[in-house]
């Protein structure tokens, strides 16, 4: 399946139930397409993909925890 973050989003007349589901597929293919931006600008760089790897899974960690961020 082509990774294309420009899909349409589904209508409630496409009988999805919420807008969450409806948004699922366009936020999967959206953070597909970060990841792949991340790891190939990591590589170009010289990074290691381990560590690449490691730092995006810690900085969605980060990301989940509400008072990580300062504002």
């Given at each position: 399946?082509?990774?294309d973050a420009r899909q349409s989003v589904?209508?409630?007349k496409d009988h999805v139930l919420t807008v969450?589901?409806?948004l699922e597929p366009l936020f999967l293919?959206?953070?597909q397409e970060a990841?792949?931006?991340m790891l190939s600008?990591?590589?170009?760089a010289g990074?290691?993909?381990d560590e690449a790897v490691t730092a995006?899974?810690?900085l969605r960690r980060n990301e989940l925890l509400p008072l990580s961020r300062p504002h």
């Open positions: 399946m082509p990774n589904a209508s409630p969450q589901e409806a293919a959206l953070e990841e792949l931006k600008a990591a590589l170009n990074w290691p993909l995006i899974d810690e």
